[in-house]
């Protein structure tokens, strides 16, 4: 069966520091990879998505980037965090269709 | 933008009482899901339902779409403590790729 992780499950950083969370597929193979970002009470909004290694798409427009180095790995960096990246940060995976299947998240604060 | 709109905001009810939350989306679409997240979670797929399908069950889950009204409901029956959490509709615009949109949620109390 398929499982997907990220880590760490809470980071709390200062503003300015760098940031790098990573998200892990298992079971399967040539995923779509998604990075979302929930802030508090609200929906998601969609970060980044991939179809393939070194393949990335942005969607929004910020100080983040995303990298996929291996087929079922997904990084999302920043170089300096800002006070408005604080927020839940969501990896997910589907097999190529809709339905995604999510991992447990980052809680990120940033002070 | 927020492609999926969920009504209402909040929710609470008994245990035992029935849950009925709404979805409204703006341009045609391929299917609409329905997620679930316990709160600090990530969510859980629910049910998937097709363009062409006008309702869907699913154990105590029920998923109607009326595509000329742009609307969906999920209706949960005979709701358990355990359900409380939030739950989202997503939906797959037609013509797009890998671009389903999230909703911003229906969050559900159930009082034991």
């Known amino acids: 069966s398929q499982t997907i992780h990220q880590w760490p499950a809470t980071l709390v950083q200062p503003v300015g520091s760098p940031l790098s969370l990573e998200c892990t597929v298992e079971?399967?193979?040539?995923?779509?990879l998604y990075w979302y970002r929930q802030a508090a009470g609200r929906g998601l909004q969609l970060l980044f998505y991939?179809?393939?290694?070194?393949?990335i798409s942005s969607e929004v427009p910020q100080n983040l980037s995303a990298s996929r180095p291996q087929d079922r790995q997904f990084i999302l960096s920043s170089k300096k965090l800002l006070l408005s990246d604080s927020g839940f940060y969501l990896c997910a995976w589907s097999a190529g269709g809709t339905t995604q299947y999510f991992g447990p998240g980052t809680r990120l604060t940033v002070l | 933008s927020q492609q999926g709109e969920e009504d209402p905001q909040a929710l609470s009810i008994q245990e035992g009482e029935n849950a009925t939350m709404n979805c409204s989306y703006k341009t045609s679409i391929n299917n609409l899901q329905w997620y679930r997240q316990n709160s600090g979670r990530g969510l859980v797929h629910l049910i998937l339902i097709r363009s062409n399908e006008r309702e869907k069950h699913s154990g105590r889950l029920r998923v109607t779409l009326d595509t000329s009204k742009k609307s969906s409901s999920l209706l949960i029956t005979a709701s358990r403590a355990a359900d409380t959490a939030s739950y989202f509709c997503a939906t797959d615009p037609s013509g797009g790729y890998q671009k389903v949109t999230f909703g911003t949620g229906t969050k559900l109390q159930v009082i034991p």
């Open positions: 079971g399967t193979s040539n995923p779509n």
């Open positions: 991939s179809v393939g290694i070194g393949q």
